[in-house]
């Protein structure tokens, strides 16, 4: 049997497309409208088809090869919630979700996986996005499945919840189930951390790892418009410092042999995370080169979909699509 075939939008760093190729998915396109993303999708996939456009400019029909493909993926940038509405950029990432669901009408994928925040699977602040989903496609034929994953329950050392998206066209829905947790105790920090930590001889990376006893707060990515690298909000900093980690930067560079570890003396004697440790914390290899200067690689690290999250809903998916199409009355019943 031939690969399923995948287009990824809004690709960002390749999380979710490389989630999909572990599970036996091809792409046939990927696009993203960051220079520096294109770079660093390029870089770790020569021989993936990678296009540089906005998504909101994208004409399927100048892009054959991204029609009768099985699956159409996004993970566009997190749509703000209802404290940040106000801002002077805010309604950019709603059109893109929109703008995945009209391409889904246009290239007629056989499933659709969008993911975002995890308040777009119920939270009634997102029931427009969900109307809209549901007025677009089910008249095509496709069931919906809204639900949230936690990054925490697939391997990953952070506690990231998504919102997720799964719309199959009718004959292979009813297959569909969304993934089981593939582990039944956390990774922690301290674990996934704790050989870099120890890689230039720092002496203290064992007691700092055994303090590092949990997942990770969500890492997040920022906007381009505003701040720089740190981990995320106050509620996240504040998680981090119980770990020995100043958040409010991101490391240059792991301690080395002489770094005095003691965060009672506060931050300066704290460890920083770095952005290749913060890619390990989303679960991305070691080899995974991200592109850029600094800001903008973390940006691309904290925006990602972690690549076992992505391995878990394309295994789903893909388990629903080579299932033998089963044939029931018009119709869908979904959660709204």
């Not at 950019?92 to 699977?121: D, F, K, Q, S």
């Not at 947790?181 to 064992?206: E, I, K, Y």
């Not at 890619?279 to 690689?297: C, E, H, M, N, Y």
Request: hydrophobic fraction near 40%; charged fraction near 20%; glycine fraction near 10%.
């Amino acid at each position: 049997m031939s690969a399923l075939t995948f287009v990824d939008v809004c690709s960002g760093a390749g999380g979710l497309a490389l989630g999909l190729e572990r599970a036996g998915f091809e792409p046939r396109l990927l696009l993203d409208d960051d220079a520096d993303a294109v770079d660093t999708l390029r870089a770790n996939r020569p021989r993936w088809n990678v296009l540089r456009t906005d998504l909101m400019d994208f004409d399927p029909a100048e892009h054959p090869v991204s029609h009768d493909v099985d699956l159409l993926a996004a993970s566009p940038p997190r749509v703000k919630s209802s404290a940040t509405v106000k801002r002077t950029d805010s309604g950019a990432e709603e059109r893109l979700l929109e703008a995945t669901v009209y391409l889904a009408h246009a290239i007629r994928p056989r499933a659709v996986l969008i993911e975002n925040v995890p308040g777009l699977a119920h939270a009634d602040e997102y029931q427009g996005f969900r109307d809209l989903a549901r007025a677009e496609l089910a008249h095509l034929g496709y069931e919906f499945s809204w639900f949230v994953v936690n990054a925490a329950d697939f391997g990953v050392a952070q506690n990231r919840k998504q919102g997720v998206l799964v719309a199959i066209e009718r004959r292979w829905a009813t297959s569909f189930r969304p993934p089981a947790p593939t582990v039944s105790n956390p990774s922690t920090v301290g674990a996934v951390l704790g050989p870099s930590m120890a890689s230039r001889g720092w002496r203290d990376a064992a007691r700092w790892a055994a303090q590092a006893d949990q997942p990770a707060p969500t890492l997040v990515g920022g906007s381009k418009n505003r701040g720089g690298a740190d981990l995320g909000p106050t509620g996240a900093k504040r998680k981090w410092a119980t770990m020995g980690v100043n958040a409010h930067t991101v490391g240059d560079r792991i301690p080395g042999p002489d770094f005095v570890w003691d965060p009672e003396l506060g931050r300066d004697n704290m460890v920083k995370i770095t952005i290749e440790q913060a890619a390990l914390l989303q679960g991305f290899p070691g080899s995974w080169d991200i592109s850029g200067r600094k800001t903008a690689r973390y940006r691309q690290v904290g925006h990602a979909t972690p690549p076992p999250v992505g391995e878990a809903l394309g295994r789903a998916i893909a388990e629903a699509l080579v299932a033998a199409p089963t044939i029931f009355e018009a119709g869908y019943t979904s959660a709204t």
